[in-house]
């Protein structure tokens, strides 16, 4: 009896077979010649080695002859990562597929500048509700303000949200009110009258 078997190599096998590497079978047959109450043997397994390892086998030979010109190289793996393609200049394919790097936004600082507004803005309440209001607290105040609409200004390139809208609204908001209140401290007469270049005049 023999066994025949047409065989579809990869090419991991024929390069191997080229060098002289996995070139007999090995058949593995049922041991108790009895596949599934058949009472027959079956083939279970067909491996390749370099030695033979089943008697009467012969030396595997690939029809390399039909194909002349072949030629085999090492597979390359294929990735679309976003680290392999350009950042200056975003491409409309890479806009199709989704593939733009968001840009990460800090949280707790967004929180911090959300307070600073809010104490900011109880500043300034507690100042115009003053009777008598200091050019130094509205000095304070002033830096302050610059500070604040400084940072949102820097927050506003990388956050888009609807809550930071209206933390930018509200900040405009202030900015209207301190500059009210700044233009009415400025206009009032000095506190100690006698100390000025010009006389001081009670009614």
């Not at 090419?11 to 007999?24: D, S, T, Y």
């Not at 109450?37 to 030396?59: H, I």
């Not at 130094?136 to 303000?145: G, H, L, R, Y």
């Not at 949102?152 to 301190?178: A, P, W």
Request: charged share 25%.
């Amino acid at each position: 009896m023999r066994l025949y078997a047409r065989l579809r190599p990869n090419i991991k096998l024929m390069l191997a077979n080229a060098e002289g590497q996995l070139v007999f079978c090995s058949a593995e047959f049922t041991p108790d010649v009895n596949f599934r109450g058949t009472e027959k043997s079956y083939l279970e397994g067909l491996g390749v080695t370099d030695e033979p390892a089943s008697v009467y086998t012969e030396r595997l030979h690939f029809s390399q002859t039909r194909h002349q010109g072949l030629i085999y190289a090492a597979t390359q793996p294929f990735t679309l990562k976003g680290h392999h393609m350009k950042k200056q200049k975003t491409g409309s394919w890479r806009k199709i597929f989704s593939l733009e790097e968001p840009t990460p936004v800090d949280m707790d600082k967004l929180q911090a500048l959300a307070e600073a507004v809010a104490a900011l803005e109880n500043r300034v309440a507690a100042l115009e509700g003053q009777a008598e209001q200091t050019e130094t607290a509205v000095e304070e105040v002033k830096q302050d303000v610059a500070e604040v609409q400084e940072d949102v200004e820097t927050v506003k390139e990388v956050v888009d949200t609807q809550e930071f809208k209206l933390l930018r609204d509200n900040i405009g908001g202030i900015v209207k009110s301190f500059s009210k209140l700044d233009s009415r401290i400025t206009a009032l007469p000095n506190k100690h009258p006698g100390t000025g270049r010009k006389p001081f005049n009670f009614l």
